[in-house]
C-alpha cells in the first residue's frame, strides 16, 4: 500500500514538472539548450533638426507597436534636457520629446532591439469597415481614373483581386495613355501610393498608405518605404505599390500607418530622420523572457528571472545541488559506493567547481590526510568529544590558512581557493574518518575515503554541465521529476552491483 502510494505521488510530480516544462518551451518559447542564439535586429532612429530661437520645441515622432513577427526585446530614447512621453491611441505609438529653450542642432536618439517571433499572433480581425473619402480628381484625370477603373472592375470579384489588377496595370511595363495620365505629378513613392489609394477610394474600397523599415543589416542611412494596405472587410491585406505582390518584404516592420508626417518638430526647422540597422545574434533565454513579459504570462512573473541578479547566481548554483544529491543517492542505494556523510561529496563537488578537478582533488588529500595526522594526535590527549570536533575545526581553519599563505608566495593562485572548501564538513569529515580507522581498519577507512573522492568527482562532471545547469534554472520544475526519482530510489530494496560482485560466487550455484 505504501509501494502505490510513493508511485502515485511520484506520478503527480512528474506529470507537474513536465506540464510546467512542456508550456514553457511550447507556448513562451523558453529553449532547452542554453547554446541557443535567437537573431536580433538593432534599429536606431537618429532624428536631427535645428532648434529656432528662444521658441520651445515639441518633437512628434511615430514609433513601432507591437511589430507583427517579432519580440520587443529593448527599446531606449537617447535624448539630454528633454521631457518624454509616449502616446498609444490603440493604433499607433508616438514619442514626443519636449524642451522650454535649446540652441542649435540638435539630435535625438530612438533604438529598439526586435527578434524574430515565429509564434507571433495574427493581427486581430476587424469587423467594421472604415469610412472611404471619394477624392476629386483634375477635370482631365478624373475621366481617366474612371476608365482604368471600370476596365479593373470588369476583371475583379472582390476587393482584393481589384486592387491586385489595378496595381499591375498601373505598373505594366507599356502603360497605356490613361495610364500615363494618371502617373502624372509622382515625384516621391509616397506621391504614387497616394495615388493608388485615390483611386481605390473612387471605387468604394478602403485602403491606407503604411510606411514600413526593411529590415537590412549595415543600413546606415535609411530611410521608411511607403507600402500599400487594402481593407478586404476581415483585416488590412498589404500590396507592395511598386510590384503589385501581396504581403510586406520578408524582413520588414511596420513602423507607421496612415498619411500623416512621421516626424513633425515644433519649434524647430530642416528636421529629417535617418534608421540604421545592425544584426546580431543574442541568447534565446532572454529573448523568450520578454515575449512572456508582453504576454502577461504569470509564470514569468514569479519565476527566477524577476529576483535581482546577484540572486540569481546564487540559485545558478544551489539548484544543482538536488541534482548531485539524487545522484548520491542512485551510487550508493544502486551502485554501493560508500561515503563519508550523505551530503559531503555533492559540497566538495561544489567547492570542484571553483577549483577544477585536478587541484581540487589535489588540495582535498593534502588538507584530509594533514588534519588526520593531527586528529591522530587529538586522539592522544583523550579530549570529550565537544572539544574534540571544535579542536578539528580550529586546525582544519588553520591548515587552510597555511595552504593558502603558502601557494601564495610559491605564486600558485589555484592554491587560494582552498578557502572555498566548506571547513565544517571537512571537520566532520576528518573525525569520521579517523573513528572509521580506529574500528574497521584503514582499509575500510581508505576505501570510504577514496569512495567519496570519487563520487565528489563523479558529481562535479555532472554538475559543471552548462546544459544541466540551464535546465535546472530555466526550469526549476524540472527538480519536481528529481524528487520522484529520488522517491522511487527510497523504496528500491533490491541488490547492489558491488553485492553482485561480493556474492558472485554464490551467485554461480
Known sequence: MRNLHVKMLALVLVTIG????????????????????????????????????????????????????????????????????????????????????????????????LARDPMAAAPPTITSAPEVQVPEFPELMRSAAQAVLDEVR??????????????????APTPDPNVVLLRQNIQVSEDWVRRIVNLLAAANIPARMTHVLILRDGISHGALTPWLEVFDGAGWLPFGPETGEAGFPKEAIVWH???????????????????????????????????????????????????????????R??????????????????????TFGTFMPVLIALAFRETELLWGVTLFCVLVASGLLIRFYLEYLKLLLVPRLASVLIIVILLMAAISLFSHKLGIDRGLSIALFPMV??????????????????????????????????????????????????????????????????????????ELWRFRAALRR
Not at 535567437?38 to 529656432?52: H, L, P
Not at 524647430?268 to 504570462?297: N, P
Open 154 to 171: 470588369s476583371k475583379s470579384a472582390d476587393a482584393v483581386t481589384f486592387a491586385r489588377e489595378l496595381l499591375l496595370r498601373l505598373n
Open 425 to 498: 564538513i571537512l571537520a566532520m569529515t576528518i573525525e569520521r574518518m579517523s573513528l572509521v580507522w580506529e574500528e574497521a581498519g584503514p582499509a575500510e577507512a581508505l576505501k570510504q575515503g577514496f569512495g567519496s573522492l570519487l563520487v565528489a568527482s563523479l558529481a562535479y562532471l555532472i554538475m559543471s554541465s552548462k546544459t544541466l545547469g540551464h535546465l535546472v534554472f530555466v526550469f526549476p520544475e524540472m527538480l519536481l521529476v528529481v524528487l520522484a526519482m529520488t522517491l522511487m530510489l527510497g523504496r528500491y530494496t533490491g541488490y547492489r552491483l558491488t
Open 18 to 113: 513536465v506540464s510546467l516544462c512542456w508550456y514553457k518551451v511550447t507556448r513562451l518559447g523558453l529553449p532547452l539548450l542554453p547554446t541557443e542564439q535567437a537573431e536580433v535586429w538593432t534599429v536606431e532612429a537618429r532624428i536631427e533638426f535645428k532648434a529656432k530661437r528662444d521658441t520651445p520645441v515639441k518633437v512628434h515622432f511615430s514609433i513601432p507597436r507591437s511589430p507583427v513577427g517579432y519580440t520587443v526585446v529593448d527599446e531606449n530614447f537617447v535624448s539630454s534636457n528633454y521631457g518624454l512621453t509616449t502616446e498609444d491611441d490603440g493604433t499607433q505609438r508616438f514619442a514626443e520629446w519636449a524642451v522650454r529653450r535649446v540652441k542649435g542642432y540638435q539630435v535625438l536618439y530612438y533604438r529598439i532591439n
Open 257 to 315: 500607418m496612415g498619411d500623416s508626417p512621421v516626424l513633425e518638430v515644433s519649434g524647430g526647422k530642416h528636421a529629417k530622420v535617418e534608421y540604421s540597422v545592425r544584426k546580431h545574434t543574442q541568447d534565446m533565454t532572454l529573448v523568450a523572457e520578454q515575449r512572456a513579459r508582453q504576454m502577461g504570462s504569470r509564470i514569468m512573473e514569479f519565476s527566477l528571472f524577476s529576483l535581482p541578479v546577484q540572486t540569481q547566481n546564487v540559485y
Open 317 to 338: 548554483v544551489l539548484l544543482l545541488v538536488p541534482v548531485g544529491a539524487f545522484f548520491i543517492v542512485f551510487l550508493r542505494n544502486v551502485i554501493g559506493i560508500k
